[in-house]
C-alpha cells in the first residue's frame, strides 16, 4: 500500500482514473466544478498504474477507479462522491481539507 500511501500523502484531493473511463470523467468534472484542483493519477499513463490499482483493489475499492482520496483519507468510488454530493456532503469535505476555498 505503500506507492498509494505516498502518491496521496501531500495532496489534498487526489483520484486515482483511467483515461477512458467515463465516471472518473465524471468525478473529475464534479470536483473542479467546485473549484478544485485534484491531482489526478491516470493508472493507464503511469509506469506503475498496474501496481497502483492492484493496492486500490487491496483496499477494497471496486472498480478500481475513480478513487477518491480527501485529505489523504479513502473515501471512495463514484457511488460513494455521488452520494456525498446528493446529502451536500462533497463540499464541506472538500473545504475541511483545504481542496477548495470560500
Same mark, same amino acid.
Given at each position: ?6 502518491? =496521496?500523502?501531500?495532496?489534498? !484531493? ?5 483515461? @477512458? ?6 468525478? %473529475?468534472? &464534479? ?20 501496481? =497502483?490499482?492492484?493496492?486500490? !483493489? ?5 472498480? @478500481? ?6 485529505? %489523504?483519507? &479513502? ?28
Amino acid at each position: 500500500m505503500s506507492s498509494v500511501k505516498g502518491l =496521496v500523502a501531500d495532496n489534498p !484531493l487526489v483520484i486515482f482514473s483511467k483515461t @477512458s473511463c467515463s465516471m472518473s470523467h465524471s468525478i %473529475k468534472s &464534479l470536483t473542479r466544478n467546485f473549484g478544485a484542483n485534484p491531482t489526478i493519477y491516470e493508472l493507464d499513463e503511469i509506469s506503475n498504474g498496474e501496481q =497502483v490499482e492492484q493496492e486500490l !483493489l487491496g483496499l477494497g475499492c471496486t472498480p @478500481s477507479v475513480a478513487v477518491v482520496f480527501i485529505g %489523504k483519507k &479513502l473515501v471512495g468510488g463514484p457511488n460513494e462522491i455521488m452520494s456525498l454530493n446528493v446529502r451536500s456532503r462533497l463540499k464541506p469535505l472538500l473545504i475541511e481539507a483545504k481542496a477548495i476555498w470560500l
